[in-house]
């Protein structure tokens, strides 16, 4: 699992029971990384969400009324992620919108009130497959933060590989705190692969492709999880950077390689005039197309009522930043969960700049 984090759709429960209810404000709960590791992930997608917010209510709303985005910082810490997903939702039962997550079990567990918009690492494994052979790649060495987003990232594109007739070499793990991996990368040196896939947060991907440069290591190096935000690693990486390929879900460099090419370019517009981080926007669309899908539901259930939204989340048909959103049903039988079939799109830096692949 990436992150646990998610916007939870708690419309109706936050509101009052006053005679003024018809003026009071849509709420939706949004619990984030502010603070701690994965801050600036988390920020990014809570300025994504606010973008959203305000167009839905410069065009009115839904059913009548505006909506409201009650934001809470889990700190990046799981404890603090389950305490303010339960401050903001105050029910059992209200649908929830996890618009950052990989692992499977999410919605394999058993929990009909959960409707993820990310892919899964399956997913995003599958994606590549049939890039497999057209990049050459004969012998894969993996690295991968150790927790669940960077182990099931692990084993879903090794058994990709393995299924493609690729051999699999060192399979490597990191601290998510960790900043030294000298040891890491000189077992990956000796192993011989020609690819390298790596799963972790944008900093430590830093990190790695400065120490990989160091060490000379001449391994493509491939990250997965689709979150790596290639613009900070231009930045922050230099010229380390140069030759590294990275799976995204957004290509806010070419908006119009997307689905919805000018709804992607009105986004992207709106982000930098508001002087937020272009290094942001590989994350920040997920937090608009979250609150975009929310919406969408409540106006078609046509009351914030948690069953009526939920019920109105399986039907309905969102075109997001991202691309259309629709869910697909996984998960025991009776009790499936929602998951979207997003689209995985590879890009490569080349000369300090991101180019299409």
């Known amino acids: 699992m990436r992150r646990i984090f998610t916007i939870a759709c708690t419309l109706g429960l936050m509101l ?13 709960g949004v619990t984030q990384p502010l603070t701690g590791a994965f801050a600036a992930s988390g920020n990014y997608v809570a300025q994504g969400a606010k973008i959203a917010e305000d167009d839905i209510n410069k065009a009115g709303g839904v059913l009548g009324r505006k909506i409201e985005l009650i934001i809470e910082d889990n700190k990046s810490n799981p404890t603090e992620a389950v305490a303010t997903a339960e401050k903001l939702i105050q029910k059992d039962k209200v649908p929830m919108l996890v618009e950052t997550s990989s692992s499977g079990k999410i919605t394999t567990s058993g ?3 959960i409707f993820r918009i990310s892919p899964t690492s399956e997913m ?10 057209s990049l050459g790649i004969r012998k894969a060495d993996l690295l991968s933060t150790n927790n669940d987003f960077g182990l099931g990232a692990a084993q879903e594109f090794s058994a990709m590989l393995k299924e493609a007739g690729v051999e699999i070499g060192a399979r490597e793990t990191m601290d998510p705190k960790a900043v030294d991996f000298s040891a890491q990368l000189a077992k990956i040196k000796a192993s011989g692969g ?8 944008v900093e430590q991907i830093t990190l790695i492709l400065k120490q990989a440069r160091e060490q000379q290591l001449k391994t493509r190096i491939i ?36 689905k919805n090419g000018a709804l992607a370019s009105k986004f992207v517009n709106e982000w930098k005039a508001r002087g ?14 979250g609150i975009l899908t929310i919406a969408a ?27 259309d959103i629709a869910f697909i049903k996984q998960g025991p039988a009776g009790q499936e969960s929602a998951q979207n079939v997003p689209s995985v799109y590879l890009i490569k830096i080349e000369n300090g700049k991101v180019t299409r692949m």
């Open 276 to 289: 937020h981080n272009v290094g942001g926007l590989t994350e920040g669309f997920r937090g608009y197309d």
């Open 223 to 258: 990250t997965t999880g689709g979150s790596n935000s290639p613009d900070q690693l231009i930045e922050q990486a230099g010229e380390a950077a140069n030759g590294s390929m990275h799976l995204v879900f957004f290509t806010p460099w070419f908006p119009e390689a997307v």
């Open 16 to 28: 009052s029971a006053s005679a003024a209810l018809a003026q009071s404000t849509l709420k939706i």
């Open 124 to 133: 995003e494994a599958k994606a590549f497959a049939p890039l497999v052979k």
């Open 111 to 113: 929990n009909p009130w």
């Open 297 to 323: 539901a409540v106006k078609s259930a046509g009351k914030p009522e948690p069953a009526a939204i939920q019920t109105a989340l399986w039907n309905v048909k969102v075109a997001g930043v991202g691309g």
């Open 194 to 201: 020609d690819t390298l896939f790596v799963t972790t947060a």
